[in-house]
């Protein structure tokens, strides 16, 4: 099992930035990739970013893409997203989430273990 636990959202005006955390714990030897996700009220939740544990190779989606930027510090088990120039139609429920296998980065029925979300919301 992997735990995962978020941290580091928050209220930001639009055009701020905010940094959000993703602390892994368990067997996290089994972690293959890691990715963030976000749910916004009435939508289904989409796919944000991912990254390759060992690799350290990113994806994006299209409308974060030059703004948000996903890292990850192997020693300390931990991805970050540093989110940039965020817009009103960036907030939502932003899920961290852990696969130990293949299928498509962004897919969440490749990810295995998810966080309980951290709510980031962006005024206007």
């Known amino acids: 099992q992997v735990q995962l636990v978020e941290s580091g959202g928050g209220l930001v005006q639009a055009g701020g930035s905010l940094r959000l955390s993703c602390v892994a714990s368990?067997?996290?030897?089994?972690?293959?990739?890691m990715g963030w996700f976000r749910q916004a009220p009435g939508k289904e939740r989409e796919f944000v970013a991912a990254?390759?544990?060992?690799?350290?190779?990113?994806y994006y989606a299209d409308f974060v893409k030059g703004r948000f930027t996903i890292s990850r510090d192997n020693a300390k088990n931990t991805v970050d997203l540093q989110m940039n120039s965020l817009k009103p139609e960036d907030t939502a429920l932003y899920y961290c989430?852990?696969?130990?296998?293949?299928?498509?980065?962004?897919?969440?029925?490749?990810?295995?273990?998810w966080g309980q979300g951290t709510q980031v919301t962006v005024s206007s």
């Open positions: 989430a852990a696969s130990s296998g293949l299928g498509n980065y962004d897919s969440q029925n490749a990810y295995g273990y």
């Open positions: 368990g067997r996290t030897f089994n972690i293959y990739r």
């Open positions: 990254i390759y544990w060992r690799s350290g190779r990113t």
